[in-house]
């Protein structure tokens, strides 16, 4: 057993640093292409998606109080603040944010999350798509 344990370290370690050992990071135009692959197969008359309704659909409240902008404010290139916690929120905008839209298991955790509380649904990947496109559209 005492010289597994070395071993076992080295080879840990070997395995942290080889490439393709880990999970490539994706990019928020990666996820953008998912979003559009979803949302071809949701709807073939799909016709690319639109940073014009992205920032019109982050705006709005969809029939109740909240919106995007209530935790995420009207400038989504700078932080903000989630209305019920008082939680510190990182930039939406990956101009502002580098970090932002990099893991799809968490943009999708995200949207579903806040798709629910702002619409009482989960996003289409339409919406999703054209959220993204406006984010991706705005400077730091």
């Known amino acids: 057993m005492q010289r597994f ?4 370290g080295f080879l840990l ?3 942290l640093v080889l490439p393709g050992s880990q999970a490539a990071a994706a990019t ?11 949302a ?12 014009g309704r992205g920032q019109a659909f982050f705006s709005a409240t969809h029939g109740n109080d909240w ?11 700078k932080p903000g603040k989630h209305v019920k916690t008082g939680k ?10 580098p970090q932002r839209f990099t893991d799809a298991a968490k943009v999708e955790k995200w949207f579903k999350r806040n798709c629910k509380d702002v ?4 996003c289409t990947a ?15």
């Open 5 to 8: 344990k070395p071993m076992a």
């Open 13 to 15: 370690s070997a395995a």
């Open 28 to 38: 928020p135009a990666d996820i953008q292409q998912t979003f559009e692959s979803a």
């Open 40 to 51: 071809r197969a949701a709807s073939p008359g799909f016709g690319g998606f639109s940073a």
């Open 67 to 77: 919106s995007c902008t209530s935790c995420h404010t009207a400038a989504p290139a």
């Open 88 to 97: 510190d929120i990182a930039p939406m905008a990956p101009a502002a944010n």
């Open 119 to 122: 619409l009482g649904r989960v």
């Open 126 to 140: 339409q919406e999703k798509g054209d959220v993204l496109a406006y984010l991706m559209s705005l400077a730091k």
